[in-house]
């Protein structure tokens, strides 16, 4: 903590490289157990100094001139900010800043003590990790081996087995594309898999079977991202994902002008733990009553089929024998749930994330996912969102107050 302080006050710019790059090194190398008395320090001993910053507020407030405005700016941001700055200007500083804020992440749970310094780390990093500054890289056979084995490391969403089904997912079928910052050249920060398709897929086993044929180019229609995986826990929070899916498909309605269709074949991690929670009625009070009801129905269908044990659901010799009937009842519920309760701060972290950026709730697909996990989180349902370029900012408008753009398949199901 002296070195920090020191840091601080260092006036000339060698010596303040020099004393960051010391500094990094001694953090890099600080015991697990250490990690949050550091924390604690920072958050501590280098906040702002209240008695000036109402002094220059009451002056501000008394005559709001620009002067007085950033002498009031300048007196609220707190120290660590500059500290921070000045930790980055060593080599490798960028880096260590973003492990820095993944450590601090782990510890905020039993710490809410430290909020005030990952909001300052989140506000950095979402300045450096501006959009503006990341880089568009598509990733295929030729990437070095480096990259592609990070690739394989950091698929998050359908577990990547081997080489041989990389290959498969690098085919001129298929496309990944990353974004890449100059500080952190050689480590990914996001990618998305794509896969090129006559039609709107329904199920996500066709698509990442290795030994499935690749299609001829006069076959792409539809652009279909399948997969986004974030590489960088340290960046959790800082919005990458949504702009990469939108220079993803600038970039490819420029490289294949016959793609007319861009969507999603994406899980519904939120559903089943949802259900299981018996929330239902938390979400009906918008809903006409006869709406209410068909939804009270269905969920006591569903509840009645499994005795009352939901997780009969995710059992794999379960779904595909489900009565339609059961099956319509889930449909309508998962329906309910992506329309109605994914506005809400609780609702669907995958439908938040797509219908915040912009996309449209299009259709939801019976056993699109019989593996375990898409079992586990949505009884196999899979959901198509589409990204209609022309109508992105509008729907994300709406999204923001409340409003989820569907289709009318979605809509019958309501």
């Not at 794509?194 to 076959?219: N, W």
């Not at 929070?237 to 861009?262: C, D, M, Y």
């Not at 009801?293 to 509840?303: N, T």
Request: hydrophobic share 45%; glycine share 4%.
């Amino acid at each position: 903590m002296r070195e920090c302080h020191r840091l601080l006050s260092e006036q000339g710019v060698a010596n303040g490289v020099a004393l960051a790059q010391g500094l990094l090194q001694r953090l890099s190398s600080l015991a697990d157990e250490q990690a949050p008395a550091f924390f604690k320090a920072l958050a501590e001993d280098f906040n702002p100094n209240p008695a000036e910053v109402l002094t220059r507020a009451q002056a501000y407030a008394h005559s709001a001139t620009a002067s007085n405005l950033m002498a009031l700016s300048e007196a609220a941001e707190p120290p660590r900010q500059e500290l921070l700055r000045r930790l980055n200007k060593a080599p490798g500083g960028t880096a260590a800043i973003v492990r820095l804020r993944q450590r601090l992440l782990k510890l905020l749970p039993k710490h809410p003590e430290l909020q005030a310094v990952e909001a300052d780390l989140l506000h950095l990093l979402s300045s450096w990790f501006n959009p503006g500054f990341l880089q568009l890289v598509r990733v295929d056979w030729n990437t070095p081996a480096q990259l592609l084995e990070q690739v394989i490391r950091h698929e998050a969403v359908h577990e990547i087995d081997g080489w041989d089904d990389l290959r498969r997912r690098l085919q001129p079928d298929r496309r990944c594309f990353a974004f890449f910052h100059p500080q952190l050249p050689d480590e990914p920060l996001i990618f998305v898999e794509v896969a090129l398709l006559p039609e709107m897929p329904g199920a996500i086993a066709p698509l990442i079977d290795k030994a499935s044929p690749t299609l001829a180019p006069s076959q792409f229609k539809v652009a279909t991202f399948y997969s986004i995986s974030n590489c960088q826990p340290g960046l959790r929070g800082v919005s990458l994902g949504n702009f990469l899916i939108k220079r993803v498909a600038q970039e490819l309605q420029r490289e294949l002008p016959q793609l007319k269709t861009f969507c999603t074949l994406s899980p519904i991690p939120g559903f089943m733990a949802w259900l299981q929670q018996g929330r239902l009625d938390d979400s009906l009070a918008p809903l006409s009553k006869a709406v209410a009801q068909r939804l009270r129905l269905a969920h006591q269908q569903v509840h009645e089929a499994c005795a009352g044990e939901l997780s009969r659901l995710t059992q794999a010799d379960t779904l595909p024998t489900l009565p339609a009937e059961l099956q319509d009842a889930l449909h309508r519920l998962c329906a309910h749930y992506l329309v109605h309760v994914s506005p809400q701060p609780h609702g669907d972290p995958v439908a938040r994330f797509h219908l915040d950026n912009g996309a449209r709730l299009e259709r939801i697909n019976p056993q699109g996912n019989l593996s375990a996990r898409g079992r586990a989180q949505a009884a196999g349902m899979m959901v198509n969102y589409l990204y209609d370029l022309a109508h992105i900012e509008a729907r994300h408008q709406a999204f923001t107050q409340g409003e989820v753009a569907h289709a009318r398949a979605v809509s019958r199901l309501l």
